[in-house]
T-cell receptor, first 113, second 112 residues
Framework: ETGVTQSPTHLIKTRGQQVTLRCSSQSGHNTVSWYQQALGQGPQFIFQYYREEENGRGNFPPRFSGLQFPNYSSELNVNALELDDSALYLC????????????FGSGTQLSVL | GESVGLHLPTLSVQEGDNSIINCAYSNSASDYFIWYKQESGKGPQFIIDIRSNMDKRQGQRVTVLLNKTVKHLSLQIAATQPGDSAVYFCAEALSGYSTLTFGKGTMLLVSP
């Protein structure tokens, strides 16, 4: 098991609502990346946070936003939820932005009805 | 109709067999590759990695082979066990960048 923890583990929302997902990085890791994993697919990169700022973003609209806190924990916020946002959201931590070896949490399963 | 995306390639083996899982990667500039194992309800777990200056790397019961000419990776699992049953993903990256691009995944089913 990695030391990356995510909450909540499961969440059900309705279309148009907003959601906040939380992640605590592994001890000593200062970089947090978020991935979206749709059913039957590989994870897709959403964005990365380093030193409390966004450091790279995948092909996701602005309604996906995030924060990183001084203790390196992070939040993923999604506004105006759509049905296609239903997925497993994974948080991964690493030491530095140049370290390709990521440690993943177990994810938050989001269902949008 | 059904979504093709819901049907993962599946490899079914008997306990004790050797398993080979294949992956085609997309970016010829990628120079770092990782195999992850994902069990149901869990996040991806690191198995083994390889850089593009190597064509083979061995771990405990696992071997990764890299063929840059055809942009192909394979993961070999020796003496496969029921606990190896999971979905396996390859991922690619550029050295020095921690953004991973994942492949589609292969489900490995190991029967006793």
């Amino acid at each position: 098991e990695t030391g990356v923890t995510q909450s909540p583990t499961h969440l059900i929302k309705t279309r148009g609502q907003q959601v906040t997902l939380r992640c605590s990085s592994q001890s000593g890791h200062n970089t947090v990346s978020w991935y979206q994993q749709a059913l039957g697919q590989g994870p897709q990169f959403i964005f990365q946070y380093y030193r409390e700022e966004e450091n790279g973003r995948g092909n996701f609209p602005p309604r996906f936003s995030g924060l990183q806190f001084p203790n390196y924990s992070s939040e993923l916020n999604v506004n105006a939820l759509e049905l296609d946002d239903s997925a497993l959201y994974l948080c991964a931590s690493s030491w530095g932005t140049a370290n390709e070896k990521l440690f993943f949490g177990s994810g938050t399963q989001l269902s949008v009805l | 109709g059904e979504s093709v995306g819901l049907h993962l390639p599946t490899l079914s083996v008997q306990e004790g067999d050797n398993s080979i899982i294949n992956c085609a990667y997309s970016n010829s500039a990628s120079d770092y590759f990782i195999w992850y194992k994902q069990e149901s309800g869990k996040g991806p777990q690191f198995i083994i990695d390889i850089r593009s200056n190597m064509d083979k790397r061995q771990g405990q019961r696992v071997t990764v082979l890299l063929n840059k000419t055809v942009k192909h990776l394979s993961l070999q699992i020796a003496a496969t066990q029921p606990g190896d049953s999971a979905v396996y993903f390859c991922a690619e990256a550029l050295s020095g960048y921690s953004t991973l691009t994942f492949g589609k995944g292969t489900m490995l089913l190991v029967s006793p």
